[in-house]
């Protein structure tokens, strides 16, 4: 566990800060910077509440309800009443990271100094990360658009000491008597507040860094196995020579055929494809393999660059300007004004666009497991690598399970932010559905490190069974480690799924990665 400290400054945070606390222990403080810029900016809002003229999120009712001017007794309640209004979520649980992630993600833009709140609001948001208290966000809630507005007013709750929230040993308790075990005051929300809460693309923007940073890992792991296959089907490495991918000069795709060739260096396995059963080149499956996995590869570092340049943004509407003095009046030179910064357009788009690269990743990665299984297709292994065909069934099944994942995958490709359904009275009229594009990325995710788990069991076990021939050194380091892991050998049939599941952590965990590098040098 990541126990170092993320200092939250005006400027923005960094994916590795938020996987840091999200999925670490990674302590949060405020700097000097920051608690500065939020005191100004509190000074233009305060500036601005004391005057008869309305002002949108200050002294005016939100959404379609924006017409009308609340006066100034009312405004605590006005803030009380949006977040537990919008706090209206359904459906299961949320993981603990992506709470984490959208609470930390919504305080470094609170730390801007662009949202008007009090340092007070920001030091006990901080305050709840550092305790280990999670608020309890519901699947159902976000249209990515006006920001996550359930899922974060469901953290806003937490932090007015209302609704329910996971303490750090795991247990559902009251938020109230959560906060008052770790000596932390609910907050009362003033002008704006409760609404600088709700606005923003916060978990989305959480979901797709956690997905970039494990995506990277995938996608090394999918080139490795990738070479395993090949190696397996007694394929050739020329394909990958770096002459012919220069003259396609795609950075991911080069990548990929150079981390391939470092795994198959040395190989006895490769170069056979003439042997027996004269083949002119191999299949696409594996010929292309480069291209497809380059393809994914450079996607997510397009993927990275939209959430960059997200994590320097401060989403918020009304925003505080500080600068010159507007005609409408200000405090200190500042001013506040609407915008439409909190669509998810940007971060929706990515998220589609990586749930297809993995797809089809997934894809290929299937295709070449089935390859290995098929006795007219495999160059003289075993039908479906079993140990006695026709008494054995070997991996025929395991097949079928990885195909079940990849045609989960391709409805899981089909874009969410091509939908939009209006909302507020049509004030809301168009909107991104981001939150649900990165719902289902995290599963796509999830299902890609199972295909590539099965595929390196395919792979592993046709290196085994090519006996005469001896494996390149990294395919040798990987099955000493995979058989270490608890991946079983060819031989006689047995209950497979531990097999599988001891694979997919094996893959997921970064061990395969940490298998051939010693062998390899670093991967890509």
């Given at each position: 566990?990541?126990?170092?400290?993320?200092?939250?400054?005006?400027?923005?945070?960094?994916?590795?800060?938020?996987?840091?606390?999200?999925?670490?222990?990674?302590?949060?403080?405020?700097?000097?910077?920051?608690?500065?810029?939020?005191?100004?900016?509190?000074?233009?809002?305060?500036?601005?509440?004391?005057k008869p003229d309305p002002v949108?999120?200050?002294?005016?009712?939100?959404?379609?309800?924006?017409?009308?001017?609340?006066?100034?007794?009312?405004?605590?309640?006005?803030?009380?009443?949006?977040?537990?209004?919008?706090?209206?979520?359904?459906?299961?649980?949320?993981?603990?990271?992506?709470?984490?992630?959208?609470?930390?993600?919504?305080?470094?833009?609170?730390?801007?100094?662009?949202?008007?709140?009090?340092?007070?609001?920001?030091?006990?948001?901080?305050?709840?990360?550092?305790?280990?208290?999670?608020?309890?966000?519901?699947?159902?809630?976000?249209?990515?658009?006006?920001?996550?507005?359930?899922?974060?007013?469901?953290?806003?709750?937490?932090?007015?000491?209302?609704?329910?929230?996971?303490?750090?040993?795991?247990?559902?308790?009251?938020?109230?008597?959560?906060?008052?075990?770790?000596?932390?005051e609910p907050v009362v929300l003033?002008?704006?507040?409760?609404?600088?809460?709700?606005?923003?693309?916060?978990?989305?923007?959480?979901?797709?860094?956690?997905?970039?940073?494990?995506?990277?890992?995938?996608?090394?792991?999918?080139?490795?196995?990738?070479?395993?296959?090949?190696?397996?089907?007694?394929?050739?490495?020329?394909?990958?020579?770096?002459?012919?991918?220069?003259?396609?000069?795609?950075?991911?795709?080069?990548?990929?055929?150079?981390?391939?060739?470092?795994?198959?260096?040395?190989?006895?396995?490769?170069?056979?494809?003439?042997?027996?059963?004269?083949?002119?080149?191999?299949?696409?499956?594996?010929?292309?393999?480069?291209?497809?996995?380059?393809?994914?590869?450079?996607?997510?570092?397009?993927?990275?660059?939209?959430?960059?340049?997200?994590?320097?943004?401060?989403?918020?509407?009304?925003?505080?300007?500080?600068?010159?003095?507007?005609?409408?009046?200000?405090?200190?030179g500042g001013r506040v004004e609407?915008?439409?910064?909190?669509?998810?357009?940007?971060?929706?788009?990515?998220?589609?666009?990586?749930?297809?690269?993995?797809?089809?990743?997934?894809?290929?990665?299937?295709?070449?497991?089935?390859?290995?299984?098929?006795?007219?297709?495999?160059?003289?292994?075993?039908?479906?690598?079993?140990?006695?065909?026709?008494?054995?069934?070997?991996?025929?099944?395991?097949?079928?399970?990885?195909?079940?994942?990849?045609?989960?995958?391709?409805?899981?490709?089909?874009?969410?932010?091509?939908?939009?359904?209006?909302?507020?009275?049509?004030?809301?009229?168009?909107?991104?559905?981001?939150?649900?594009?990165?719902?289902?990325?995290?599963?796509?995710?999830?299902?890609?490190?199972?295909?590539?788990?099965?595929?390196?069991?395919?792979?592993?076990?046709?290196?085994?069974?090519?006996?005469?021939?001896?494996?390149?050194?990294?395919?040798?380091?990987?099955?000493?480690?995979?058989?270490?892991?608890?991946?079983?050998?060819?031989?006689?049939?047995?209950?497979?799924?531990?097999?599988?599941?001891?694979?997919?952590?094996?893959?997921?965990?970064?061990?395969?990665?940490?298998?051939?590098?010693?062998?390899?040098?670093?991967?890509?």
């Open positions: 566990m990541d126990m170092h400290n993320v200092v939250v400054g005006t400027s923005g945070t960094t994916a590795e800060d938020v996987i840091a606390v999200a999925r670490g222990a990674a302590q949060v403080e405020l700097g000097g910077e920051a608690l500065a810029a939020l005191a100004r900016a509190r000074e233009v809002v305060d500036a601005l509440a004391a949108y999120g200050v002294s005016t009712g939100f959404g379609a309800l924006a017409v009308r001017h609340i006066s100034p007794e009312l405004r605590t309640r006005l803030q009380r009443n949006i977040v537990r209004s919008h706090a209206a979520g359904m459906g299961p649980r949320v993981e603990r990271e992506v709470v984490r992630a959208l609470m930390f993600l919504r305080l470094k833009t609170l730390c801007s100094g662009r949202t008007g709140v009090r340092p007070l609001v920001a030091q006990t948001m901080a305050a709840l990360l550092n305790a280990g208290i999670t608020p309890v966000v519901h699947e159902y809630g976000s249209l990515g658009c006006s920001g996550d507005l359930a899922p974060l007013s469901h953290c806003a709750l937490t932090l007015m000491g209302e609704g329910d929230a996971e303490g750090p040993d795991g247990v559902l308790r009251p938020a109230r008597e959560l906060l008052d075990a770790h000596g932390i003033r002008e704006k507040e409760g609404l600088a809460l709700l606005n923003g693309t916060d978990g989305m923007l959480g979901m797709l860094v956690m997905a970039c940073a494990d995506l990277a890992r995938l996608f090394t792991a999918a080139d490795i196995t990738a070479a395993l296959s090949l190696e397996a089907l007694l394929g050739t490495e020329k394909v990958l020579a770096p002459e012919l991918h220069a003259i396609r000069p795609h950075p991911g795709q080069a990548a990929s055929a150079a981390n391939m060739l470092k795994i198959l260096a040395d190989s006895g396995l490769t170069g056979h494809h003439q042997d027996d059963a004269p083949r002119v080149q191999d299949a696409y499956s594996v010929r292309c393999a480069p291209q497809v996995a380059g393809a994914g590869r450079d996607t997510l570092d397009h993927a990275r660059l939209v959430a960059d340049r997200e994590l320097a943004s401060a989403v918020d509407n009304p925003v505080v300007l500080l600068g010159d003095a507007s005609p409408e009046g200000g405090h200190g609407s915008n439409g910064n909190f669509h998810g357009a940007p971060v929706a788009y990515v998220l589609d666009f990586l749930a297809v690269a993995a797809a089809d990743l997934a894809s290929i990665a299937e295709r070449r497991t089935d390859r290995l299984l098929d006795k007219n297709r495999s160059h003289g292994l075993p039908p479906f690598l079993a140990d006695d065909p026709g008494v054995d069934s070997g991996l025929m099944i395991a097949q079928y399970t990885q195909a079940a994942l990849v045609s989960e995958m391709k409805r899981l490709a089909v874009p969410a932010s091509v939908d939009s359904i209006p909302s507020s009275a049509m004030q809301e009229d168009h909107v991104s559905m981001g939150w649900s594009a990165a719902r289902k990325l995290r599963h796509a995710v999830d299902n890609l490190g199972r295909v590539i788990a099965v595929e390196l069991v395919a792979a592993t076990r046709g290196i085994e069974l090519r006996t005469g021939l001896v494996p390149g050194p990294a395919a040798q380091a990987v099955l000493a480690a995979v058989r270490e892991a608890g991946v079983q050998g060819a031989g006689p049939d047995r209950y497979l799924a531990p097999d599988l599941e001891a694979a997919e952590s094996f893959v997921r965990s970064g061990a395969l990665e940490r298998a051939v590098e010693p062998v390899t040098g670093p991967l890509a």
